[in-house]
């Protein structure tokens, strides 16, 4: 039945919501799809709840195809199997724990990996029963520090999570890359640009790894691209290779490292502005911040409470990346170095912090661990811990040591693709699925063992895949939007097309209602705005806000004959004859299912 | 695509599960339908999701019928409109209330009464605008003292609720019929016996009410049906008449109340054992506990926490009803008095409470209200509030008074129909449904008022209506099932057919899947019983506890051109010819949707 403006739950809004701030989302509280219960936490609206079951439905088919068998686990959780996988602790804030009425600790999901390993282990024992993809489309749960951004990052979404179970690690490449087909052919139907990254696995643990991300510039996600060899990769998911020794002529040509009085360059910049005046380099060439050690000590804050200083190393010409460290030290959590940090640790001479109070072995004994790109035998000025003053011609490996690498430095646009086939490009996204290759990490910490060929217990290898079926519908509105309302593709519109009865002839009403009656009978779904005394340019407004891809005015061209079709994304409109109408929506409807949108390449895996 | 028992994630129990009471639910986990997760929560495998989303999809096409609009609010929800009703206390313990990491209160809902009416505040301002009906099929949280027998009173589990907003009480009462008429089509499809009675509104205020009961010996409902004029009330419902006066005359010649000797009477047998001997009535009748006027002292105990005692005055042939007096207390909850609690008023002489002790004029202050069956100016022997004496020919209204009546009393077989009609039977049912006219209660709370036709702010009446939509899957299990599996009826059978192939010959396997093939192509849901090395023993046994209504076996009489058809509820079984076996399947499987499974006849409004 048609969606009649007249009566559907649904207020337009001509101003932007308060508690919105991306510009799709602003849209889709406006136009009516979503409305917020409580931070992070929405309310499905009618047109709202129609694009979120097309999401699911196009998923569901997808995972059907793949041989997915499809399961719902609760969202209310007890805490032990969560104990034994440690998460209960290593999710930190982020997770809902409630007490019931007995005082038994329990939680809200954030993830089933779990559940999903527990459950195979009750029903299945025998390498006969594998390999097995199970999945779920649910609500989840996670208390974000931030739930920014409505829909995208919310504290109660709906996740379709699938995990495979394999005796061998080719079963588990095998059902990876069925997913990872899956998953193109999910995102090619849904009709919007995507680019598939290499992924950190995060605080996940696991191998293998990719991310879907929804090509946006209000995405939370920075992924580089390489034009030349097609590598694309979350930004912390980099891997920058280790930098070549320095031969060992060079280190030996290198003077000894000297102290020398920097007064007032407490930052690289100021270091680096009076390094040519005092003294200058050997070779002729001006000083540069990347030829200076940037030594920054943040404070890693772990689930359990504690804390522990760590200190990076990295070229003065970059900055530490947030999303890079973060993803390096998790499940810990990190915080710049405070005052009260300083004052604890009171040999760190903030500005002038050098390597020399820095490492497991130093008085310090803070760990300190160096970008991949500082070469060992290469020659560094850098703090000399003392107020004012920086050591030149600090050498890796002969002056200082460190206690390993990490990979938390910034990439920038024009950086050498890690494949070595070209430079990097930087872009951003949101992430809407992610696969990885989990391995034995749960179902050892569960147990989850099967008889293999030769009666031997064998412990099983998972793989674990999601997509974000609420978040899709904030990242379509967030991709496919523009100034005045939603676009959306016509695989997620709430309808076919939107029908608009303009003015107050009563035949346009009833010309209106057959021809919503004929598109209707051909099988599509329709939006009809019956509303008797609204304006024809509230109407109009409207349309373009819901976002419906065709558009359809009855109004004063019935005189002649003719109604007008819209295309919503293109703005493209023209007059057609009442008697051709329906033929010609229907073949513009049908015509687009068939092609669906373009989308851009993705990498091979 | 057909369900493979050679891969469906199923494993079948022979020996019933330790977690379960119930018959059905007991079938529902050695079936592999459900899994128990935590107490009172569960886990639906993969043939109980396709029975859950069965149910479902009935629900929701007889509520888009009936013009509903299907929306979607979240199960984690904010504190303060649930303050603003005062249900965030009322509540009490069956409310999981969690803190997030700001220490912000949220709970999940129990129900969303309060939700929708915001929603419509926030959207709506109009009573052109109304009337309307919104919904969804959503997750909900009940912290449940007892979460007995699984599904049937989980602590997460699905509910249709829907809520329709009326300006006038005619609208409302239009959409209560309109509702009520849904559910009968919902409950008619879905195929088993059900009952519609009279339903207390409890907790929930507002007025008019009814329930929809699966007629069930295992049901924690009781209702009574009067066979003579169709009344059919929940027990807590039941409105017994007050009993009319005695007549004056008979008043002034009962003798004037006099205090006896009853020695060791404290219970009314004993009491009743004693009386003729010593104190002989003058009608020359045997006193019976009819006699008698029992007085039961309760402790209730408010959501805050604060406690009171009450009395209940009845007659001694009969006691309190547990379920009764809960409904009529709510929402407070009663416990028995207890030693401590007597000590506290030791006016109360345990075993010889009298009406002389009672009332909030008298020495106890206690609050006393009697049974409607205690007429004025009636006659009773009752307790003395004194050890070992009672009090004989005590009048109601001349020797003692009370402060008003409660419907706590049991209702015993045979007890008068309320309307005057004939005589009760008493039978136990599931609730599955229940509708109720809300009333402005939430509306006032959360001042949801909206313009009249004159401008003049008015407030919306509501009414409120459930399926308990997981709740369902179990209650049919325990009315449908028989000694050895579940027996679902066609609508909600996770599939249509349940295809056996018995045996090693190759043939048989592969006329099976031809079976198979062409049982799919005709529109028809199977499950098939593909596993190569099990016996036909254990694939007999496995076809039967799953419950599809029709089962086919592909065996040794293929050899003679026949497939056997046997009907999985009545046992029947025949042998068809194997060019005729699709054609006849698909007809019984039609045929039985066509027709459906017999109804109990249900009263009118």
Chains 1, 2 share one sequence.
């Not at 510009?23 to 799809?33: E, S, T």
């Not at 600790?105 to 097995?132: C, I, R």
């Not at 879907?212 to 980099?238: I, K, M």
Request: glycine residues 10%; contains cysteine.
């Amino acid at each position: 039945m048609a969606m009649r403006l007249s009566t559907l739950f649904l207020r337009t809004l001509r101003e932007d919501p308060a508690d919105a701030e991306l510009p799709g989302h602003k849209l889709l509280v406006r136009a009516g799809y979503v409305r917020r219960a409580a931070p992070g936490v929405y309310t499905w609206l009618p047109l709202g709840l129609k694009v979120l079951r097309k999401v699911e439905t196009v998923v569901r088919e997808e995972m059907d195809a793949i041989g997915g068998q499809e399961l719902s686990f609760p969202a209310l959780l007890p805490r032990d199997p969560y104990e034994a996988t440690n998460r209960w602790t290593e999710y930190g804030p982020n997770l809902f724990r409630l007490q019931d009425r007995k005082g038994v600790d329990m939680l809200l999901g954030p993830t089933h990996e779990e559940m999903f390993t527990l459950a195979v282990k009750d029903m299945f024992s025998s390498y006969k029963e594998l390999p097995l993809t199970l999945y779920q489309i649910q609500t989840k749960y996670r208390d974000e520090a931030r739930p920014r951004a409505g829909l995208l990052r919310g504290r109660e979404f709906i996740m379709k999570d699938s995990y495979s179970f394999d005796v061998e690690d080719a079963g588990l490449e095998a059902a990876y890359q069925r997913h990872r087909e899956a998953y193109v052919r999910i995102f090619d139907r849904l009709g919007f640009d995507y680019v598939i990254v290499y992924a950190d696995s995060g605080a996940m643990g696991g191998s293998a790894s990719e991310e879907f991300l929804a090509v946006s510039p209000v995405g939370e996600d920075t992924f580089v691209r390489c034009a030349a060899s097609g590598y694309a990769a979350n930004v912390e998911a980099v891997v920058v290779p280790q930098a070549p020794p320095v031969p060992a002529d060079v280190v030996a040509a290198t003077p000894a490292a000297h102290v020398e009085d920097t007064p007032d360059s407490p930052t690289i910049e100021t270091l680096v502005a009076q390094s040519d005046a005092l003294h200058p380099r050997t070779d002729g060439r001006a000083w540069t911040a990347a030829d200076t050690l940037k030594n920054v000590v943040v404070l890693l804050t772990y689930p359990d409470g504690s804390t522990e200083p760590l200190a990076v190393g990295l070229p003065g010409d970059r900055g530490v990346d947030a999303k890079r460290l973060e993803a390096q030290v998790a499940p810990a959590t990190w915080a710049p170095f405070e005052e009260k940090d300083f004052a604890a640790y009171p040999m760190l001479v903030k500005g002038y912090i050098g390597p020399g109070t820095l490492g497991t072995g130093s008085s310090s004994g803070i760990r300190y661990l160096l970008d991949p790109s500082v070469a060992e035998g290469s020659a560094w000025v850098t703090g000399a811990d003392e107020h004012g003053k920086h050591v030149y011609d600090l050498v890796l490996g002969r002056d200082f040591t460190a206690d390993g690498t990490i990979q938390a430095a910034e990439i920038h646009e024009g950086d050498p693709s890690p494949d070595g086939a070209g430079t990097l490009t930087l872009a951003r996204g949101i992430e809407m699925g992610h696969i990885f290759q989990l391995g034995r990490k749960y179902a050892e910490a569960l147990d989850l063992r099967v008889l293999d060929e030769h009666g031997k217990l064998v412990t099983v290898t998972m793989g674990s895949y999601g997509v974000g079926v609420s978040r899709a519908v904030a990242a379509v509105a967030e991709a496919t939007h523009d100034d005045v309302g939603l676009c959306w593709p016509r695989a997620l519109a709430p309808a076919d097309v939107h029908v608009v009865a303009t003015g107050k002839d009563q035949a346009v009403f009833e010309h209106a209602e057959g021809l919503v009656a004929e598109l209707e009978a051909a099988g599509l779904e329709v939006v009809y705005d019956d509303r008797p005394k609204v304006s024809p340019g509230v109407k109009f407004k409207d349309a373009e806000l819901l976002g419906v891809p065709t558009i359809v005015v009855v109004g004063r061209g019935l005189a002649d004959g003719t109604v007008e079709v819209k295309d919503r994304r293109s703005g493209e409109r023209r007059e057609v004859a009442v008697e051709r109408a329906v033929g010609e929506i229907v073949a513009d409807v049908r015509g687009a299912h068939l092609t669906g949108a373009p989308v851009v390449a993705h990498p091979p895996a």
